[in-house]
């Protein structure tokens, strides 16, 4: 069936050509249920590479929460990256792939003795903390393993901040890395976040500051550090461009080889800028409706089943499928399917005015989406579509 969508010069500016060229031709080719999720395979591929290239002596590891699709994952393990978890329900889906536990690091500061008995029984040998109570359960768990700090970083520009729930400052980052040797298990290390989706180039800098302020401590009182991990946090286009993987590498890597001892290792954590600009939700406008002076528009993906993050800011843009007479646009409150007035994506989005079955696609919303999803209301889960395998 052919469609005719209403693409436009910004589109191109958000994704790719070659990404929505694919997407569109699928849609042409294949008759689907909405709603679902194309990715882009060779688009994971480019940033599986790119990811890691500017800074020296670096490893690339998947926060695997971004997106845990077995057909994303069974396809990243082809390349060299390793994998970021925190669960033991990650953990099992990377043991079914066949990963080597020297490819999976944890660095969710507080673990379940459920997942370190798991990672234990594997062979998972590095892992964040940030409380003593971390460094007793690891120590009593994971008996000798490897651990690096989690240092609080400023969050600021990042529309996902991540701060407030962890992370230490200095002085007590020394006395948990003290603390980690004390009992037995090795302190390799410092990590942070800069905070999700974050433009701000600056947050690396001050976190990169703290770290190097945190190792030259440590030193003094014989803690010979190895390992920097300087987490995720690379943000991607949704509506505006953004500072570029590339950018942010460069300057990340000046700034540690100015600084810090030669011959550390550096680990990197990305999610979203794996996964996420890959991705196109192909949702339906299920109906329209006109309420107090705002035209609302309803599609079959909404905050429960795919776009929770839009309630923490991400804004997202929207390609609509639509009849050719329609040329001027309105602005439309757009809303998911459920019975719930919290289920609410976004206001005031310029759109051309689609018919009710019409298809809307939703560009870069391949991660924190899907895997953020419930069947609340009945509605059901976007499944997950891997182009060009
Ligand atoms: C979520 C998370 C990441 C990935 O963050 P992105 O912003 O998606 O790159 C990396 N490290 C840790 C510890 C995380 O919790």
């Known amino acids: ?36 999720l194309l990715i882009d395979s060779e688009k994971v591929k480019e940033k599986a ?9 670096s490893k690339v590891f998947y926060a695997v929460k971004a997106n845990p699709d077995i057909k994303i994952l069974k396809f990243l393990n082809r390349f060299k990256l390793g994998f ?44 964040s903390f940030d409380s003593a109570d971390e460094v007793d359960k690891l120590s009593r768990y994971v008996p000798g393993c ?12 990042s529309e996902w901040p991540l701060s407030k729930k962890f992370g230490v400052e200095l002085d007590e980052a020394l006395t948990l890395l003290r603390y980690a040797k004390e009992k037995g298990i090795n302190p390799v290390g410092i990590t942070f976040h800069v905070g ?30 190895t390992l920097l991990n300087i987490g995720g946090g690379y943000p991607i286009r949704y509506t505006k461009n953004v500072v570029s993987i590339e950018t942010i590498e460069k300057n990340v890597n000046k700034l540690i080889y100015e600084r810090f001892p030669k011959g550390l290792e550096i680990y990197i954590e990305p999610g979203r800028a794996v996964i996420g600009d890959a991705g196109i939700l192909v949702t339906t406008v299920i109906g329209k409706a006109r309420r107090a002076n705002e035209d609302w528009l309803y599609i079959d993906v909404g905050v429960f089943n795919g776009l929770m993050e839009s309630v923490g800011g991400i804004k997202y843009s929207y390609i ?8 001027y646009k309105k602005r439309w409150t757009i809303a998911g399917p459920s019975c719930d007035s919290f289920d609410v994506i976004d206001n005031n989005v310029s759109l051309p005015e689609p018919n009710v079955g019409d298809l809307i696609l939703i560009l870069s919303s391949g991660a ?19 182009m060009n395998l």
């Open 1 to 36: 069936m052919l469609r005719t969508f209403k693409v436009e010069k910004f589109h191109a500016g958000i994704i790719p050509e070659s990404t929505l060229f694919k997407v569109l031709r699928y849609l042409d080719n294949e008759n689907i249920e909405t709603p679902f």
């Open 49 to 57: 590479s790119l990811i890691g290239r500017y800074i020296k002596n």
């Open 84 to 127: 970021e978890i925190a669960s033991e329900g990650e953990l099992k889906i990377l043991l079914s792939l066949g990963v080597k536990p020297e490819r999976i690091i944890s660095s969710n500061p507080i673990k379940s003795l459920k997942f370190l008995k798991m990672s234990a029984s594997y062979g998972v040998n590095y892992f």
């Open 146 to 157: 490897n651990v690096y700090v989690r240092l609080s970083v400023p969050n600021e520009g």
């Open 196 to 225: 999700s989706q974050c433009t701000n180039v600056y947050n690396w800098n001050i976190a990169l500051d703290k770290a190097k302020a945190l190792w030259d401590m440590a030193e003094k009182n014989g803690i010979k550090l």
């Open 320 to 327: 609509v499928e639509s009849c050719k007479h329609t040329r």
């Open 368 to 386: 924190y989406t899907v895997s953020y999803a419930s069947e609340f209301n009945g509605f059901s889960i976007p499944k997950t579509i891997l």
